[in-house]
């Protein structure tokens, strides 16, 4: 009996034991089980973490570029600025300069006053040829009597003697003039258009340079404009003779020693202000 019951026993106990077992083997199997499911989280935290670090550090990188770039444009862009200034300051300076050179307020003046004074005076000169032109021996005329004003010179015609062409040039030499110089086709047409025998001839200032046979010259030492001389005048000029006459609107030449007419001409004074009243 005694046997029996403690067969029973350990039968009962048995299984009890085989529960403590498997409890055990259970409490291991989950023992083992947490650490490992701990593990994995911390590692993809480490893993979330690293990502995160290196986001931070693509971005810092980019930031860093950026910055860079900016701080090469403000670089350039400074430069630039200081550029822009000098070159401001460098005008600025010019014209400081420019100032200091400009006239002051009395020669502004009297420039202004020289300039009313010179229209004044054309005015004046414009009003006395009219004048001239109705009445010729107006008080206005700056040219002495028996002289004609042209523009601005005066003009002598001498006629009804004859003179070589250095003596003439000596008489318009004592009366402060020379013999004339035709400088353009308006004043070669005045000349023209004188009241004048068509048989008169008239000594001009122009005779062949004497160290250049091929050329003439003024007696300002000028040469004479090709735009009065006309074909057959320089044909004539290349001949042998050497001193130029003026007869009938046209240039003729014939020996110096010839003797005939002349023309003086010198310049013309300032019309009186005082003499258009």
Known sequence: ???????????????????????????????????????????????????????????????????????????????????????????LSEQLSNCRKAPTGEEFLKAQIAELLQRQQEMATELCKDLVTHKSDHKCNPCPKTWQWYQHSCYHFTTGEGKAWGDSRKDCADQNATLVKIDSMKEKDFLQSQPLSSLAFFW??????????????????????????????????????????????????????????????????????????
Not at 22 to 45: C, E, I, T, V
Not at 205 to 216: A, I, K, M, V
Not at 242 to 269: D, H, L, M
């Open 204 to 277: 001009l200032g122009l005779s062949r340079n004497p160290s250049h046979h091929q050329s003439w010259l003024w007696e300002d030492g000028s040469m004479p404009s090709p735009s009065i001389l006309s074909d057959k005048e320089r044909t004539q000029m290349n001949g042998s003779q050497g001193c130029a006459y003026f007869q009938r609107g046209n240039i003729y030449v014939s020996r110096c020693s010839a003797e005939i007419s002349w023309i003086c001409e010198k310049t013309a004074p300032l019309v009186k202000i005082e003499d258009l009243y």
């Open 1 to 91: 009996m005694s046997d029996q019951v403690s067969y029973a026993t350990l039968t009962f106990q048995d299984p009890a034991g085989a529960r403590n077992n498997q409890d055990g083997n259970n409490l291991r199997k989950r023992g083992h089980l947490a650490p490992a499911h701990l593990w994995r989280r911390a590692a993809l935290g480490t893993l979330v973490l690293c990502l995160l670090l290196l986001t931070g550090l693509v971005t810092a990188g980019v930031m860093v570029l950026q910055m860079s770039k900016e701080i090469n444009s403000d670089s350039e862009q400074l430069k630039w600025l200081q550029e822009t200034f000098h070159q401001k300051q460098d005008n």
